[in-house]
Every structure is written in C-alpha cells, then in structure tokens.
C-alpha cells in the first residue's frame, strides 16, 4: 500500500510541473462577458419579471431602482407607478465586468376617487349616463373665473329629458363621518339647479340640490345630514326639469362644512346661525333676549364647533324669538319644520307661522331636557309665509338659557305609516267591517257618521280607514245601527270584537244584538275601554243561545251619560271558527317567544306593510303565493326598478316586551330570484328602537346589512343580532328594502320565516 502512495504522489507532482511549464509561455483568454437582459411588465399590479441575457458571466448584482439590489439571475420586484431606470452588473471569475441599463414606465390604473380632477391619467373617468345624457372629458374650454386652469374637465351634454344624470362608482367610498360637504367646480351660462344624491352606502340614500348662478364656473356645495359611507355619486343637472345644453364639471371634493363659504344677506331656510354674511341681530326679534355665539354645548347630535342662537327667557309669559323671513317658507310641499334646542329642563315648544297668505298655523311639541334635541313640528298649512315664532317654556315662566340650531324644512310627522284594509265583509257569518269601502249603511240615531282617515294609527290599531261618530249629547242612548242580511250563528264563531277610540277613559261601550223588526228580541254585553284617547280591542262573548236570532248591531258610546264627545270604531268581526280575520289591523299573534307577526307571510293579514310604486318608492311588493323556504307556499317578495327603494316593514311591535339596551336576535331566509337576479340592486335590513307615539323622539336605527349585492338564487338562512336602543317605549320596527341607483338596476327577492328573538 506504501508503495502505491509514493507512486500517486509523484504522478501528481509530474502533472502539475507540466501545468507551470505551461502558464509561462502565456495567460489563459477567457470567453466575452457582456451584460444584458430583457423583461416582461404586468401593468395591472406593476409586477415587472426580468430575463438575464447575460453571456459567460459567473454572478450578477442588479441595481432595481426600488426596493434592495437583488444577486438573482432573474429577479422579480413588483413597483407602484412611475419611471425606473435598472442596471445589471455581470461579472466573471477572473472578476471582468460589464453593465447593461435599460427605462421603462410603469402606469397601473387606479380607480375613481375623491376628489376627482379628470387629469390622472391613470384614472378612467368614464361616467354611467342614464336618459339621455352624454358624458366625456375635454380640456377646459372656458379657463376663466372659478377655474382658471388650463386642465381637463367633465362635459356634460343634456338633451332636455327629465331626470337626466351620470355617476360614478368609486373605488374608496365616500365617508360623511367627518367631513359632510361635497365641492365641484360647476360651469353654466344658464341658471340651474344641480342634485347630487349618494348611493350604496351603508345607510339610505341622501340628496342635496345645490343652485348655479348662470355665471360660467362657480363653486357649488352640497352639505349633507349623514355619516354614512357611499360608494355612488350621482349628479342630475336640473334634476326633474328639462333644461337641455352643455355643461362642465370640475374637481369635485371633499371638505369641512365649515369651510363652505356663506354670502347669503337674506334671511331664509335652512337656518344654522353660521353665515356671517347676514345680519341675525336686526332680523330675529320678539321679547327674548336673543344673540348668535360659538355653541357652548358639544354634545349629542350637535357636537360640531359651528354658531348656535341663543335665547335668555325672563320669566315673562308668552317670550318669543320672531324670525323676520326675508324669504318666506313656503309649506305647498312639506309642511314641517325640523329644529335643534337645547335645554336641561322639560319644556313646551310652540312654533307658529304668521303673515302669510293663508291664516296663521302653529304646532307644540315637548322638550324632554336631554340636552340637545331635535324637534320637529307639522303645520297644516299650503300657505306661505313672512314670520316665524320660536316660544321656548310657551305660556310658562321658566327663566333661563337655551340654545336653537339648524331649522330646515322637512316632510313633517305624518305619524307611523297606516295598513291598508285587504278585506271586508258585511255577511254575519263571516262579518268583518273594516271600511276598506263605505260599507256598511251605518244608521246613526242622535250622532253624526262619516268613514274618515284613521286620526291615530297607533297601538291596537294602525288600519287607514274607520268610522267616526259624533255624538249629539242629546241623551245618554245615542246610538249606532248596523243592519244586517242573515242572523248571527254563534255556534261557529265565539263572539264579535270591535275596536274603539275614546277621548275618555274607561269609557262603557255597549254592544246590543237585536232581531230587525222585533226589537224586544235581544242581548247585550257592556264594556269599557282602557286609557284616554288610544285604541282598545273590546271581545264580546256571546253564548250559543243567542243562535239563531240576531241580524242588527247597535253601538252606545259612553252608554247612559250624555255627552258630545267623538269617537272611533273599527274592525267589527266576528271572532272564533270561522272567524272574519284579516284586513286592517287583524294581524295574528306573534308565536310564543317571537316578536314577528306572521313571519312566514301564510297568514298573509296586512301585518307587514308594503313599499312600492303605490306608496312612492318605486318597485313593486306583494305577497307571494307560489314561493316559499320550508313549509306552506308564501313568503315575501319585493322587485326593485331603477331610483327606486320598495320594502317590507312592520311597525311598532312588542310593546311592553321589547327591553332597553337588549341584545335581540333577527333570523331569516332569503334568495334572489335566477331569472332577476341581482342588477345594480341591493339588500338592505334594518331594525328601529321606536320611542312612544307623540313624545317626539326620533327612531334609533340600527343597520343589520346594507349594500347587499351578492343574494344567492338558493334560499340562504340569514342571522343578525342588534341591541335595542335606550328608548322602545314604542315597541320595535323591522325593515327590509332592496334599493336600486340609476339605470341599469333590476332585481327580485324573496324573504321567509321571519323571526325576532331574544338572545
């Protein structure tokens, strides 16, 4: 083994004195190096992927001009927009080098957002036009006045149809938490009204119409009443007018409200005490110490830093703040007025109209000494008017200091939406008299009747339609008569239920049963009604022997006492199987441990209200008979159209159940339909802790879903939980809509087995 070593190691020093003997004569020539590479670029991400092309190199070292160098053989750097110059150093092992360089641009493109000023030439800025409107982006053609720059702009070309528009669907919504006013550069030669409405937002849509002079560019402002997000913004130039012609539009942002300028001098609605262009000391005047200050109170729904009125009460009976209008109010549209004060203590609140061209109007509301609250009073007037009074403590002597803001014009408290009458009958065996027409012939005997609009559609009762009787106070048996064609059979249904309204409480109502003709036949139940002016279901039992025999219905309000008061009746039916059920108000109980009357739409008895085309809200609801999740074959369907927002709701329910400050539960099902699905349309839930009927506190909403576009064509279990808010004196409010922006949006729900429980 020795001796094959020793001859290995000489072998090697052979070998390697042949390798010097050889460098002596002259160096090694090593192949060309030459740097070089190529690349390929995904402009939607700015990706780049580059290919080395370098020859007989050992190592590189690339200088990617974003980001760290890289010593890849082919690198990859994703880059945002911009130019970039990349150099590639290649090098051998002898340590020889060479550079390639190589530019190149990257563009990605960006979605639309405020503020948007048609120049980012990443930015698509086509807009979705609907009836008749043509939209695209030109240079500025008239560089002058509020837009001086030489820059690109939106033109706006309008044919004269009504409700012409465009929008934009932006990729950031826009979010009103903060800043609440929109801003645009606006160009006319023609006085126009310009509407800027938010959609797809997570609360309902809002709108704002601003005026435009005529004057070539102008700024316009739109402030709006939200803190919601949208991620729609539409634009009508003249709304629902039918002014044709070119316009432009520019720069449309986002700012402070506080920062829109005010150069109003006249005094008119809306009222925030925030121009300093108009002089509130000579124009509100009245007996009450009155003076425009930084509001002192930010809190609750007036927390912003912005000018507040001021009202100091003496102690005097009737003190007043008078509002001289320069531009009087006028109440042909919406008839109320909505209006910020602030108290520590509970106050009367009288608002009154006067100098106008109908007879003053005036309406009270109650201040519940909360801090600040928002009122909001309903005049019966289409007048118009010149002066407003503000009485703070009206017709008390409270002295002290209170603070109003923000008066705007409104639609007013119409009070919760009434059920309309789906049935009637008049037959006694399945009597049900709801007024859905003016039926029955009501006899009155020393009263007077008419079928009137129900005055308080509230509580037991929220039908549209019922009967009043004004009694004469003639003796204490004025009475009502009913005449009917067949005689009661009260082996088949149990008895008869009525519905009352009396101004006085624990008022006897007596229900008599007669025979037409033979008046000495009869039976009689009497009973009282519960609290002052609020509806009472009263059920008269009446036993099987008074079968067959009665055919006439006789109604003593007040029976035995004379008096001239009015009252209310409704809902006359018979009780038990077969019973009349439905129309007007004869809504089922809930199941035991719901809130949700017929949930599952099979009873189908005007328990839910519904929102379409007929109520103004475009669309169309109904019942449906032929779809259904589980068991029977109803459910409620709703189909939106374009600008519309149709809906399901019931109102006011679980009075005396529903908790403060509680965690409820809300289950349903939902699908869309395949052959109308989802087009531009959305889903949107949402519950309301309702305060009681007449205190004047508004509704707390709380948002289960909205913005809802992806409703699966399957029946979908849904399940959302809320907490009620510190008020449901009223009872709850569950609402579901499917709203729909401008043209194309279509689409058609269906929702099942509806349920309220608690958690």
């Known amino acids: 083994m020795k001796n094959i070593i020793r001859r290995l190691k000489s072998i090697t020093i052979l070998a390697l004195t042949f390798v010097l003997v050889g460098c002596d004569e002259e160096d090694v020539v090593l192949p060309e190096l030459t740097a070089g590479f190529t690349y390929t670029i995904n402009q939607d991400t700015g990706t780049v992927s ?13 200088d990617l001009a974003y980001g760290p160098n890289s010593t890849l053989i082919n690198p990859t750097r994703t880059y945002p927009s911009g130019t970039y110059t990349v150099v590639l150093t290649a090098t051998n092992v002898a340590g020889a080098s060479d550079t390639f360089e190589d530019t190149f641009t990257i563009a990605i493109p960006e979605e639309i957002a405020i503020p948007i000023t048609f120049d980012n030439p990443l930015v698509n800025y086509d807009a979705t036009v609907f009836n008749g409107t043509s939209f695209q982006i030109v240079e500025n053609p008239d560089a002058t006045g509020a837009n001086p720059t030489v820059s690109n702009v939106g033109e706006i070309v309008n044919i004269g149809a009504a409700f012409e528009g465009f929008f934009f669907e932006l990729g950031q919504p826009l979010d009103l938490s903060t800043d609440k006013t929109v801003k645009a550069l606006f160009w006319s030669t023609t006085p126009v009204n310009i509407l800027l409405k938010l959609e797809n937002g997570t609360a309902g849509d809002v709108e704002v119409i601003a005026s435009h002079l005529g004057t070539g560019w102008e700024e316009i402002y739109f402030t709006f009443d939200s803190a919601a997000n949208y991620s729609t913004i539409t634009f009508f130039v003249d709304g629902p007018g039918t002014t044709a012609g070119t316009f432009y539009i520019d720069e449309i942002s986002q700012i402070n409200t506080a920062d829109v300028p005010c150069t109003e001098t006249a005094l008119g609605f809306p009222i925030d005490f925030d121009c300093e262009t108009i002089d509130y000391a000579t124009k509100i005047v009245g007996n009450v110490s009155f003076t425009v200050v930084d509001n002192p109170e930010l809190s609750g729904i007036n927390a912003d830093p912005t000018k507040v009125g001021q009202i100091t009460n003496v102690g005097d009976n009737f003190e007043n703040a008078l509002f001289n209008l320069d531009v009087p109010i006028d109440f042909s549209v919406d008839q109320g007025v909505s209006v910020k004060i602030f108290s520590n203590q509970s106050l009367p609140i009288l608002l009154k109209f006067e100098d ?61 939406a009434c059920i309309p009458e789906t049935t009637e009958s008049t037959a006694a065996s399945d009597l049900n008299i709801t007024f859905q027409t003016d039926t029955p012939t009501l006899v009155a005997d020393n009263t007077g009747i008419s079928y009137i609009d129900n005055p308080d559609a509230s509580g037991a009762n929220t039908s549209c339609r019922v009967a009043q009787v004004i009694r004469f106070n003639n003796s204490g048996f004025d009475n009502v008569q009913i005449d009917l064609s067949s005689k009661f059979d009260f082996n088949t249904s149990e008895g008869i239920k009525m519905k009352v309204w009396s101004p006085i409480a624990n008022t006897p109502v007596l229900l008599k049963l007669e025979e037409i003709g033979n008046s000495g036949n009869f039976d009689q139940i009497e009973l009282s009604t519960g609290a002052a002016n609020t509806w009472t279901e009263l059920t008269y039992d009446f036993p ?8 006439k219905i006789v109604i003593f309000f007040n029976f035995a006492v004379s008096d001239g008061s009015t009252y209310y009746f409704d809902d006359l039916m018979v009780y ?47 019942i449906s008979t032929t779809v259904s ?116 949006c279509s689409g058609t729900i269906n929702i099942d087995n509806v349920s309220i429980t608690a958690q």
Not at 51 to 62: G, R, V
Not at 544 to 551: R, Y
Not at 672 to 685: E, I, V
């Open 50 to 62: 580059f290919i080395n092309t370098s020859t007989n190199a050992d190592s590189y070292e690339w």
């Open 356 to 416: 106008g061209t109908e007879a003053e109007v005036e309406d009270n509301q109650t201040h519940m000494g909360t801090g600040w609250e928002e009122l909001t009073f309903t005049l019966n007037s289409t007048g118009s008017y010149n002066d407003m009074v503000l009485f703070v403590a009206f017709n008390q002597t409270d002295v002290g200091t209170f603070y109003v803001d923000d008066f705007a014009q409104v639609a007013g408290n119409t009070g919760p």
């Open 544 to 551: 099987p022997t008074s079968t067959p025999q009665f055919n």
């Open 576 to 622: 038990g199987t077969p019973g009349g059920g439905g129309g007007g108000g004869s809504c089922p109980a809930p199941p035991a441990g719901d809130f949700i009357a017929d949930g599952d739409f099979e009873s189908n008895t005007g328990c839910w209200l519904l929102f379409d085309s007929s109520t103004g809200n475009g669309g169309t609801t109904t």
């Open 629 to 744: 999740s589980g068991g029977g074959s109803n459910s409620g369907q709703i189909e939106t159209s374009p600008f519309g927002n149709p809906g399901l709701k019931q109102e006011r329910f679980g009075v005396g159940s529903i908790l403060p400050n509680t965690n409820y539960i809300l289950n349903f099902d939902i699908k869309s339909d395949a052959n109308n699905q989802l087009d531009g349309a959305a889903f949107q839930a949402f519950t309301f802790s309702e305060p009681a009927d007449g205190s004047g506190l508004p509704a707390t909403q709380h948002i289960l879903v909205t913005g809802d576009t992806n409703v699966s064509t399957s029946w979908t279990s849904r399940t959302y939980t809320f907490t009620t808010g510190g008020n449901v004196d009223g009872g709850l409010s569950l609402l579901f809509e499917l709203v729909c922006g401008g043209p194309p």
